[in-house]
């Protein structure tokens, strides 16, 4: 009787809320800046997204990057880029929402993101589209401040190239449901 209440209690508090599946192939995410010669974009190559759908909420959502999966295509860019994020210490960049709302085609909550060591909370805003045959897309983009994160801007070629402390994050999140 104990055994059966309990499965009954666990299967209702699960009821209309699924799983989200990450489309890797129709998902991306990259991370554009500046710097003092020209605009960068680095893209994340290694990255996983949990979370479940809940009638209008994305719950438990958590995001995992590979830190040594952000690549420029440069070698030395990629490599400055490792060391200012403190990668040795911190391999993976982890964003962490306990609810974002969705509402009239848009997502919106706070959240919490880990970077370089230091945690800070966030606000995240996007845009929804679902399809009726269980596909969500959601997308959009952060700005970050670096130093707001104890990161140092990096830069090359003794100092004369400078990076913006200012980068976006772009994702483009293809689920099914």
Known sequence: MKISLLVILCT????????LQLNTDKSSLSILGTSSVHDWESKVNTY???GQINGNQIKNL???IITKSIKSGKSIMDSKTYDALLEDKFPKIIFEANALNINNQSVNGKGKLTLAGQTKDIQLKGKVTTYA???LKVEGTHQLVMSQYDITPPTAMFGSLVTGDEVTIKY???FTY
Do not use: A, Y
């Open 62 to 64: 958590k995001v995992e």
């Open 12 to 19: 209702s508090l699960l009821v209309g809320q699924s799983q």
């Open 172 to 174: 483009n999140l293809d």
């Open 48 to 50: 996983t997204v949990t």
């Open 133 to 135: 045959n269980g596909i």
